[in-house]
């Protein structure tokens, strides 16, 4: 059998990983992919975003089965283009997909269905945007998201209102995100804990993957800019079982209503964005397809074959599966290039990786690549150093210990990858009375 994963990044070396645990021994191709899947997968020269030249590529090399990590291409319509032509791919349609390419849409989308979601104000004038931060009539901070897709830049937490003036006036009038920003969204900042909920769906079907939780900003303790994310973990105990039941109940099962019902069934991965607030549970975002880095410490849990998985999503008979979990927490620690997510250098060499995996702890590449034979840094996040313990404390300081074996010039990472987690897991096993 021959799989073909669409993607460069971390999430896409933890799917190449995946599914070459799979009993059925597949031949597995990624395009582009990374210095990480050049080791354990043929990588093959095509951009993401290129769709004609990927379909042909599937269907010269007669591939069986195509997995879509990132965004771009499935709202650029890459599932419709392959499934035209009769190839067999996980991901949903472009017009599935505006649940992530629009957020305007997915607000609008929300509240039709009566989705919880956070009050907001979408608007392309510039005096409408600056009138309701003006006002205060979402408060402090105020949520400032561009409607399209802006590579992990379309959403600003203003602390103040003049900071929110010069946001909004930075993306309607001077431009920054482009076409991107042409129309924004003001949203009303939620507190609580956020928590990534993932779901295969089959159009009618969700069958949840195990919990875990994002650390976006670029610093310790949430300080700093928005990074892609920095490092997650996954764990049961994330979402207790009340949580569990709502979420599905009020969230997921009537997005997947909503969606068949408005002509767009979801097929494919779908991220629900959550945050627990005191007053229930929210959702943040949509995305339609698997998060990075959430992805690598999931799927480092995952113990059911993938492929067995995405055939039963493409078979609709996502009902029939149950997934099997490891019971052990993970974490995935993500070591940046120094200055990200500003500018940063590419090419230094990487070391320290000889040895350092094992049966619980994977090294997924992202921003790498073998250049004659050497391992070079070649994107922002360069690498997520994935472990599984008994404990979460017990994940984090391997994850941390290999961290510290690997070397490349102006390396960063966060040191409190997981600590929220501890806090949490307290909490979950000795529940206030
Ligand atoms: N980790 C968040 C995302 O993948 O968008």
Redesign the pocket.
């Given at each position: 059998m021959k799989v073909l994963v669409v993607g460069s990044g971390g999430?896409e070396h933890a799917l190449v990983w995946a599914i070459r645990q799979s009993k059925r021994a597949p031949q597995v191709y990624c395009a582009p992919g990374n210095g990480g899947t050049a080791q354990e997968a043929v990588n093959i020269a095509i951009g993401a975003d290129q769709i004609t030249e990927l379909a042909a590529f599937a269907q010269r090399e007669g591939i069986d089965l195509t997995i879509v990590g990132p965004?771009l291409p499935l709202t650029l319509g890459i599932v419709d283009h392959f499934e035209a032509l009769g190839l067999r791919v996980i991901g949903p349609s472009a017009a599935a997909a505006r649940l992530e390419g629009s957020k305007i849409f997915a607000k609008a989308f929300m509240q039709r269905h009566g989705i919880p979601t956070s009050a907001c104000l979408q608007t392309d004038s510039l005096d409408e945007a600056v009138e309701a931060a003006r006002s205060g009539r979402f408060g402090l901070p105020l949520v400032i998201k561009a409607d399209g897709l802006a590579a992990?830049k379309g959403v600003v937490i203003a602390r103040s209102s003049s900071e929110a003036e010069a946001t909004i006036w930075q993306i309607l009038e001077a431009g920054v995100l482009g076409e991107a920003g042409s129309k924004i969204l003001l949203e009303q900042f939620l507190t609580g804990d956020e928590v990534?909920f993932l779901v295969f769906a089959d159009g009618v079907h969700a069958l949840p993957m195990a919990p875990s939780q994002?650390h976006?900003t670029v610093f310790d303790n949430d300080l700093g800019p928005n990074t892609?994310?920095m490092g997650?973990y996954s764990a049961d105990w994330i979402l207790p079982p009340e949580d569990y039941r709502e979420v599905m109940e009020r969230i997921v099962a009537p997005t997947l209503e909503g969606m068949a019902t408005e002509g767009m069934p979801y097929r494919g991965i779908l991220?629900f964005?959550l945050m627990l607030t005191p007053g229930g549970i929210y959702v943040l975002?949509y995305?339609a397809?698997?998060?990075?880095?959430?992805?690598q410490p999931v799927l480092l849990r995952l113990q059911t074959d993938l492929l067995d998985v995405c055939d039963a999503l493409l078979e609709q008979r996502l009902n029939q599966v149950r997934l099997q979990w490891d019971s052990l927490p993970s974490v995935c620690v993500v070591l940046a290039s120094g200055g990200y997510p500003g500018e940063f250098e590419k090419g230094w060499e990487i070391s320290g990786l000889t040895g350092i995996e094992s049966p619980r702890l994977k090294v997924f590449h992202a921003g790498t690549e073998l250049r004659d034979g050497r391992l070079v840094t070649a994107g922002g996040r360069v690498l997520g150093v994935t472990a599984k313990a008994g404990t979460l404390q017990a994940a984090m300081d391997m994850a941390y210990e290999a961290a510290q074996k690997i070397q490349f010039r102006h390396m960063h990472f966060r040191r409190d990858i997981g600590r929220k987690g501890l806090l949490k897991e307290r909490r979950a096993v000795s529940p206030v009375p």
């Open positions: 999430r965004e992990g990534s994002d976006k892609g994310g997650a991220y964005g975002e995305n397809r698997m998060g990075d880095p959430e992805t």
